[in-house]
């Protein structure tokens, strides 16, 4: 029953630094079972896996990103970020973020749980 909804600007100027939110409702980021991802998709490209942070532990970036983004968490408002630096209109994109379930038992890694996505244009 789990919910995850981006929010942020829709619009960010080139050089600037991109934004979002991801509020979960109906769940906690309290856990060790979850990870708590970013994933966009550019206009006519493929999903692209930004990064992730998990409740404890450490946090994950794509390597062609990570020099650029900063996820963070806040459980006491259960809502995790993203920020980019540095954003280019090659940035421009449907952001996502989702919930990957890793399922201990089987080593089995999935996302059970997406937002609807929020397109941020980025302005040059």
């Known amino acids: 029953q789990v919910q995850l909804q981006e929010s942020g600007p829709g619009l960010v100027k080139a050089s600037e630094t991109l934004s979002l939110t991801c509020t979960v409702s109906?769940?906690?980021?309290?856990?060790?079972?979850?990870?708590w991802t970013w994933i966009r998709q550019p206009p006519g490209k493929e999903l692209e896996w930004i990064g992730n942070i998990p409740f404890t532990g450490s946090t994950t970036y794509s390597p062609s990103l990570k020099s650029r983004t900063s996820i963070s968490r806040d459980t006491s408002k259960n809502q995790f970020t993203l920020q980019l630096t540095s954003v280019t209109p090659e940035d421009t994109a449907v952001y996502y973020c989702?919930?990957?379930?890793?399922?201990?038992?089987?080593?089995?890694?999935?996302?059970?749980?997406w937002g609807q996505g929020t397109l941020v244009t980025v302005s040059s």
């Open positions: 989702a919930r990957e379930v890793r399922v201990t038992a089987t080593g089995v890694r999935y996302f059970d749980v």
């Open positions: 109906g769940g906690s980021t309290t856990t060790n079972y979850y990870y």
